[in-house]
Nanobody
Framework: QVQLVESGGGLVQAGGSLRLSCAASERTFNMYAMGWFRQAPGKAREFVAAINWSGGPTYYADSVKGRFTISRDNAKNTMYLQINSLKPEDTAVYYC????????????????????WGRGTQVTVSS
């Protein structure tokens, strides 16, 4: 059982930056694709970014391309999401996800098919 714990969320002004982290409990994390999803109030959960176990290639939602960067450190069993140029519409709960699949698949597969989820970290962007 892989446990995922997100951290790094908070309240930030528009234009600011945050770095989210996701710590995984299992060494088998190294063989899993990892991703970030988010859910804004009243909206469905949506894909944000995904990365393969090897670190590349990476996939992003169009809405975050050029502003968000996903990365992972397998030695630390940790994945990151660097978020720059934050906008109020980025306000959401951000979830870490992991699955023994590819990042390309994770970008399009239903959330119900993803094996492991964290509990989420709140990101709030004020205008």
């Amino acid at each position: 059982q892989v446990q995922l714990v997100e951290s790094g969320g908070g309240l930030v002004q528009a234009g600011g930056s945050l770095r989210l982290s996701c710590a995984a409990s299992e060494r088998t994390f190294n063989m899993y694709a990892m991703g970030w999803f988010r859910q804004a109030p009243g909206k469905a959960r949506e894909f944000v970014a995904a990365i393969n176990w090897s670190g590349g290639p990476t996939y992003y939602a169009d809405s975050v391309k050029g502003r968000f960067t996903i990365s992972r450190d397998n030695a630390k069993n940790t994945m990151y999401l660097q978020i720059n140029s934050l906008k109020p519409e980025d306000t959401a709960v951000y979830y870490c996800a992991s699955d023994p699949t590819t990042a390309q698949s994770m970008a399009v597969m239903p959330g119900s098919e993803i094996d492991y989820w964290g509990r989420g970290t709140q990101v709030t962007v004020s205008s």
